[in-house]
């Protein structure tokens, strides 16, 4: 190992200290980032749900139960419109013997998070590592693969969310 003088190690440890501190800074924003999309996401899909996917049942009124999107509602009916049609039909409420919204079907949100994160961070750490590492590459790998991560995790958290698998789930509406 060759020696180095103070001046050069001064600046060899001025500039991993330096680059420590920049890389835990892009980390926290890219992570800031991710906070604000994945929770701007879950605001919007709620305030996209006014009309609900309800499935109903209201023997007197149809014969067997039906999926419908629910347009409005009062005291007195509801207002849906069966999937099968667009006509718009007016059930009044004592017709009404069950109202199930839909849950949505089960999604790869959490397979994905892992998938993304493991690859994100095996690829970002991989990508960071030289051969020639000294002292200073250290920091810079393991930051590069939290990175890696963070930022792999998030894509495959939304990415499987957007792919469904299995029956529609239903919840008893309470009214």
């Known amino acids: 190992m060759r020696a180095?003088?103070?001046?050069?190690?001064?600046?060899?440890?001025?500039?991993?200290?330096?680059?420590?501190?920049?890389?835990?800074?892009?980390?926290?924003?890219?992570?800031?980032?991710?906070?604000?999309?994945?929770?701007?996401?879950?605001?919007?899909?709620?305030?996209?749900?006014?009309?609900e996917r309800v499935r109903v049942l209201a023997p007197s009124f149809v014969d067997s139960a039906f999926v419908a999107t629910l347009t409005g509602r009062d005291?007195?009916?509801i207002v849906v419109v069966p999937a099968a049609s667009q006509n718009v039909l007016r059930i009044p409420r004592?017709?009404?013997?069950?109202?199930?919204?839909?849950?949505?079907?089960?999604?790869y949100r959490v397979p994905g998070l892992v998938i993304g994160?493991?690859?994100?961070?095996?690829?970002?750490?991989?990508?960071?590592?030289?051969?020639?590492?000294?002292?200073?590459?250290?920091?810079?790998v393991f930051y590069s693969a939290l990175?890696?991560?963070?930022?792999?995790?998030?894509a495959g958290y939304l990415i499987g969310g957007q792919f469904h698998h299995g029956p529609e789930r239903w919840r008893q509406r309470d009214e």
């Open 4 to 51: 180095l003088t103070a001046r050069r190690m001064f600046l060899i440890n001025l500039f991993s200290s330096n680059l420590e501190m920049m890389r835990l800074q892009g980390f926290f924003r890219g992570l800031m980032v991710l906070a604000m999309v994945l929770l701007g996401g879950a605001a919007s899909a709620q305030a996209q749900r006014a009309p």
């Open 75 to 77: 005291a007195q009916e």
């Open 94 to 107: 004592e017709a009404v013997q069950r109202l199930e919204v839909s849950r949505g079907r089960s999604s």
């Open 117 to 140: 994160a493991l690859v994100g961070a095996a690829a970002a750490g991989l990508a960071a590592h030289d051969s020639d590492c000294t002292f200073v590459c250290e920091p810079v």
């Open 147 to 154: 990175g890696g991560l963070v930022a792999g995790g998030g």
